[in-house]
């Protein structure tokens, strides 16, 4: 009954939201903020962002027995789930992604049958995914990317699966055949085959213009990503439809509580009811994870507040609230933390980093962020503001709509991408190299020290912008991951210690990487531990072939002779020796030099061209 449901959250708010939750004894469950009743029983919790922290014991939530939604997503909750959330079979929606839970994937998952929505992305949940995932027969929402869990994705098959994400994991092997119609950026970051990844090893590729997404062929004339297509479309219709009817019956009960509670209440009621809306909504959006809320913010509005603290020039158009109601998604996780694409409610778009691992005192992060803050240059990605609290720390950037160099070079390579040209290439190479030329330029020490494909952003093609300028500062160049480890100078893996000249030596792998076309990582896979300088090197040594460069390349035989020069400053700036490497002032004129001399040869060669035809 409820007061049953009253004692079981009473039970999880001391052990998890002792200062986060300012729950009234003395007034009905159903009054206390998050907490949604029906027909006198508890059906629904949704604390996002509200500072929940530490693990939920046993003998809490598994007793509320009517619960169809929980959303405790965004908060610092850790440990493995309560196993006695088993208990809990009417639950239809369970949102607990960007929390710190560990522990296997729960083998009593498969037991909630009624799950339309399961989101467990952004924790550490390890071990396999259960095949018994099977008995979810309505489930419609999968998310458990940014996880450690291993093994091989098990033959899903899941009439209802409209959004599956298992990115950045630590799966491998082949995707189930019924799964591969779903995009490849529901498998990325692992070494996976077949579907949207390509066929694996022995597999026949599928027949050209399929998009490789529809193993069963047949005659149709709708690929399976069409097909996929119109379908999640038709669903999202429906949901946007039920959320907007929600919505109004809401507003209307709301308006009616309003009226009849005393003016004098602490919480104002209408962000409550936007956070509410927002997670409805959570489950209609295309990746459903949403930006990071602050924890010592009370979502009611209660308690001291912290701000968003603006940098200099940032027009400050939106606050910490418009934030937490934006509508977001998971845009990567990198080495400092997680960033998310946020659409404010005003439509201003803006891309939130949710730092990991930085536990500086207040002072000295400002002091670090307001460095960041400093350097303004049209080559570097605009830092807009910042929030810092003890448990969460964001920065705010301007949105690059044009993603990273790394998906613009590696992305659906094969299905219908365009091809990047030789010009769209020189001009981003020459953007992202004026712009760490401009932060060697702020002193003599100052180095941007993690230069790498995924950090050179696009405005649009020829608007190349570096990202995360000054972060390596603020938590320290000691994170080792394979996605740096292609990029970082042989001296700052013995070291550890960043400098301008090993940016020097990271931007050269990112000139062969615009040359070859290939990844550094998987050049580091592929090609038994060599990685991308030393491939080239060795390429190049035999004679100077066309055969290291991109196919996509192959086109432009008019600027042979500049993809040489590219190459060989790309040879340069990798030397082993950091005092071999030029400076970056020397690299930004060679590629002017470059550039100069494309332009010329591309001209005469289109004169040929047209004296020829005359
Ligand atoms: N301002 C932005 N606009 C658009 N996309 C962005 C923005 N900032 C980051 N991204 C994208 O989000 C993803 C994650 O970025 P993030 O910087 O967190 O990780 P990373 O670049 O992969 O690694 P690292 O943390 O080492 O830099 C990347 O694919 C990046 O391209």
Not at 305 to 311: A, D, R, T, Y
Not at 541 to 548: D, I, P
Request: a neutral charge.
């Amino acid at each position: 009954d409820l007061a049953g449901d009253g004692i079981a959250l009473m039970a999880f708010r001391s052990a998890v939201g002792k200062s986060a939750l300012s729950w009234n004894a003395s007034v009905s469950p159903c009054q206390w903020p998050g907490v949604g009743c029906e027909r006198n029983r508890v059906v629904s919790l949704r604390l996002p962002g509200t500072g929940l922290i530490g693990q939920i014991p046993v003998g809490t939530l598994g007793n509320l027995s009517d619960v169809h939604t929980l959303s405790l997503r965004l908060n610092a909750l850790s440990g493995s789930l309560p196993t006695d959330l088993a208990r809990c079979t009417q639950l239809r929606n369970l949102y607990l992604q960007g929390n710190r839970f560990s522990g296997e994937v729960p083998a009593f998952l498969p037991s909630l049958s009624c799950l339309v929505r399961l989101d467990l992305a952004d924790n550490n949940f390890s071990g396999s995914i259960p095949p018994a995932l099977n008995n979810l027969t309505r489930i419609g929402t999968l998310y458990l990317q940014n996880n450690q869990i291993t093994g091989e994705i098990p033959e899903l098959d899941l009439p209802n699966l409209v959004q599956f994400n298992v990115s950045f994991n630590r799966l491998n092997g082949s995707i189930p055949v019924k799964l591969r119609g779903m995009p490849a950026d529901s498998f990325v970051g692992m070494p996976l085959c077949g579907g949207p990844l390509g066929p694996c090893p022995g597999e026949a590729a599928p027949p050209a213009g399929n998009g490789g997404s529809s193993p069963s062929g047949g005659g149709s004339k709708l690929s399976g990503g069409a097909i996929a297509g119109i379908a999640i479309s038709a669903v999202a219709l429906f949901l946007i439809i039920v959320t907007i009817v929600f919505l109004f019956c809401r507003q209307k009960t709301d308006a009616m509580a309003t009226k009849s509670m005393d003016t004098g209440a602490a919480k104002p009621p209408e962000v409550e009811v936007a956070l509410t809306d927002k997670r409805v909504v959570d489950g209609v959006g295309a990746k459903g994870a949403a930006v990071a809320a602050a924890p010592t913010v009370s979502p009611a509005g209660t308690g001291s507040k912290k701000q968003l603290v603006f940098l200099r020039n940032a027009p400050r158009v939106y606050d910490l609230e418009d934030l937490l109601r934006a509508s977001a998604e998971v845009l990567g996780k990198g080495t400092f933390g997680t960033a998310y694409k946020a659409v404010l409610e005003t439509g201003l778009v803006v891309a939130v980093k949710r730092l990991r691992d930085v536990n500086m005192p207040e002072k000295e992060f400002k002091e670090k962020i307001d460095d960041i803050g400093m350097m303004d240059h049209p080559n570097l990605v605009p830092l807009q503001s910042y929030y810092h609290s003890n448990d969460e720390k964001l920065l705010v950037y301007d949105y690059m709509p044009l993603g990273s160099l790394s998906s613009l070079l590696h992305g659906n390579r094969g299905s219908g991408r365009t091809p990047l040209s030789w010009e769209t290439r020189t001009s981003i190479a020459m953007a992202a190299a004026r712009g760490i030329e401009y932060i060697h330029s702020t002193s003599r020490t100052a180095s941007h020290g993690n230069i790498k494909s995924s950090n050179i952003l696009l405005a649009d093609t020829f608007d190349a912008r570096v990202s995360d300028h000054g972060l390596a500062h603020l938590v320290g160049a000691s994170a080792t991951s394979n996605r740096i480890a292609g990029y970082r100078a042989p001296e700052v893996t013995d070291t550890r210690r960043i400098s301008q000249k090993a940016d020097v030596y990271s931007f050269g792998v990112v000139l062969l990487e615009l040359l070859t076309g290939k990844a550094p990582a998987q050049a580091l896979l592929n090609e038994d531990g060599v990685d991308l300088p030393r491939w080239v090197q060795s390429v190049v040594r035999e004679e100077w072939t066309s055969e290291v460069f991109d196919l996509e390349l192959l086109r432009y035989q008019s600027v042979e002779d500049e993809m040489v020069q590219m190459l060989q400053l790309g040879v340069n700036c990798t030397a082993q020796y950091p005092d071999r490497r030029p400076a970056m002032s020397v690299v930004v004129s060679t590629i002017e030099e470059i550039q100069r001399s494309s332009i010329a040869a591309r001209r005469k060669d289109q004169q040929q061209v047209f004296d020829d035809d005359r």
